[in-house]
């Protein structure tokens, strides 16, 4: 069956400190998609980053760096130089199908 | 501007009665998506629809329904026999539900309270 894991509940840094999301995954699928989501305080989930899994290259857009790793089954998220902005809770999520599943979200709360 | 609209934003449900939640999406897509999200978990499926006139349970469909009658709405009725239907609900929506690397994007939801 397929499962995120988001093992971090809450992560706590200091603006401009680099932060680093992690996300494993379970699926028997070959072929496959990851997704990255923010959700901030207003609720609504803003799309991040959606990866192939035939695609192992790892990502960067601005400050946010995605890495992918088939061999761990993981695809984890770092920010660099983090601002109060980034605070949000942080979802991975895995599609199988047309649907999507979820990890539990990581808080990330960065103070000034 | 192109997007999807839930209302209301805040609702409260009293004991035995269904209410409904809104979703309008302006973007053309095909596929739409029900999702509750309750502390310290992730989204869970309720229900999904990739046509008109069709539609799918997801993992927690107990206690909801939905229907697709036009392809821009997607409403979800939260039954009486929903009896913990406290949550955040966010609707969704894709281009193709059908193809596996489609983007899903969100409204910004609706909470709902028991009174």
């Known amino acids: 069956a397929q499962k995120v894991t988001q093992a971090q509940t809450e992560i706590s840094v200091v603006e401009k400190e680099d932060v680093t999301l992690d996300c494993v995954y379970e699926?028997?699928?070959?072929?496959?998609?990851l997704f990255w989501y923010k959700q901030p305080p207003s609720g609504e989930l803003v799309f991040l980053i959606r990866?192939?899994?035939?695609?192992?290259q790892n990502e960067i857009s601005g400050r946010y760096s995605w890495n992918f790793q088939k061999s761990t089954s993981s695809f984890n998220f770092t920010i660099t130089a983090s601002q109060v902005v980034d605070s949000a809770v942080y979802f991975c999520?895995?599609?199988?199908?047309?649907?999507?599943?979820f990890g539990a979200g990581t808080i990330l709360r960065v103070k000034s | 501007d192109g997007g999807i609209t839930q209302s209301p934003k805040y609702l409260f449900r009293k004991e035995g009665q269904n209410v409904t939640l809104s979703c309008e999406q302006n973007?053309?897509?095909?596929?739409m998506y029900w999702y509750r999200q309750d502390p310290g978990q992730g989204l869970r499926l309720i229900y999904y629809?990739?046509?008109?006139?069709?539609?799918q349970k997801g993992d927690i469909a107990e206690g909801y329904s939905v229907s697709r009658e036009k392809k821009e709405s997607f409403p979800l009725t939260v039954t009486s026999a929903q009896k913990n239907p406290t949550a955040f609900y966010l609707c969704?929506?894709?281009?193709?539900?059908?193809?596996?690397?489609?983007?899903?994007?969100f409204g910004a939801g609706t909470r709902l309270s028991v009174l």
């Open positions: 973007l053309n897509h095909d596929a």
């Open positions: 629809s990739q046509i008109v006139n069709d539609f």
């Open positions: 969704a929506s894709s281009i193709q539900g059908a193809v596996a690397k489609n983007i899903q994007y």
């Open positions: 999520a895995l599609e199988y199908g047309n649907k999507l599943v």
């Open positions: 699926t028997r699928d070959t072929t496959y998609y």
């Open positions: 990866r192939n899994s035939f695609d192992e």
